[in-house]
């Protein structure tokens, strides 16, 4: 079936180190791929998404590529500051009229 | 504009009692979702609606009931609240389902079933 995994959390990381949090995926046809965010409180948002192979999606210094050889969509952050700490949800759409795919989220904790 | 708004913000139930969380959306949407996210478990689909006048069961709709009431409002009803059901249920909106369309979320109901 069509499926996210993403690493575990939880994530902390020091402001300014590299970020790089896993997604995987597992689907039939040509999924559009998502990064959805949760800060403390709040419901989700779309961080960024791409559509097709190689496309990058970027957002707020956030970059993901769409990689069809390895089934995977990572997002990765060049220096994150204590204000990125919140839950990432990696998720897919699948060609037809049906509901996004979220993946489990991983927790990022930035810690001045 | 809004947005997504959901109606309580917090609420707590004793087993058995019954209750409707209230949604809307004010961005003339056609597809509403029902989510409910626990520890360890991340979001899980209970009920989505594609258009007005259809729903759909999604991942856990056991124990639960939904109505889309007009195109801007979708609930979701307990009818015999059990412990099992203590959960963040948020509410969610996207133009169309398909494709690239984004999903904008509502801020919450945190529900705890004592």
């Known amino acids: 079936g069509n499926s996210v995994t993403q690493m575990e959390g939880p994530v902390t990381l020091s402001e300014e180190a590299f970020l790089t949090i896993n997604c995987t995926y597992t689907?039939?046809?040509?999924?559009?791929l998502f990064w959805y965010v949760q800060y403390p409180g709040e419901g989700l948002q779309l961080l960024l998404k791409?559509?097709?192979?190689?496309d990058k999606g970027s957002n707020k210094g956030f970059e993901a590529t769409y990689r069809k050889e390895t089934t995977s969509f990572h997002l990765e952050k060049g220096s994150v500051q204590v204000s990125d700490s919140a839950v990432y949800f990696c998720?897919?759409?699948?060609?037809?009229?049906?509901?996004?795919?979220f993946g489990k989220g991983t927790r990022l904790s930035v810690i001045a | 504009n809004a947005g997504v708004t959901q109606t309580p913000k917090f609420q707590v139930l004793k087993t058995g009692q019954s209750m409707t969380l209230q949604c809307a959306q004010d961005?003339?949407?056609?597809?509403m979702y029902w989510y409910r996210q626990d520890p360890g478990m991340g979001l899980r689909l209970i009920y989505y609606?594609?258009?007005?006048?259809?729903?759909d069961k999604g991942e856990v709709p056991n124990g639960y009931n939904v109505s889309r009431l007009n195109k801007r409002e979708f609930s979701l009803r307990l009818e015999s609240a059990a412990p099992s059901q203590t959960s963040v249920y948020f509410c969610?909106?996207?133009?169309?389902?398909?494709?690239?369309?984004?999903?904008?979320f509502g801020p919450g109901t945190r529900l705890l079933v004592l």
């Open positions: 998720a897919l759409n699948r060609p037809g009229n049906t509901p996004l795919v």
């Open positions: 791409a559509t097709k192979a190689d």
């Open positions: 609606s594609a258009s007005e006048g259809t729903t």
């Open positions: 969610a909106s996207s133009e169309e389902m398909a494709g690239l369309e984004t999903q904008y």
């Open positions: 961005m003339n949407h056609n597809s």
């Open positions: 689907a039939t046809g040509y999924p559009s």
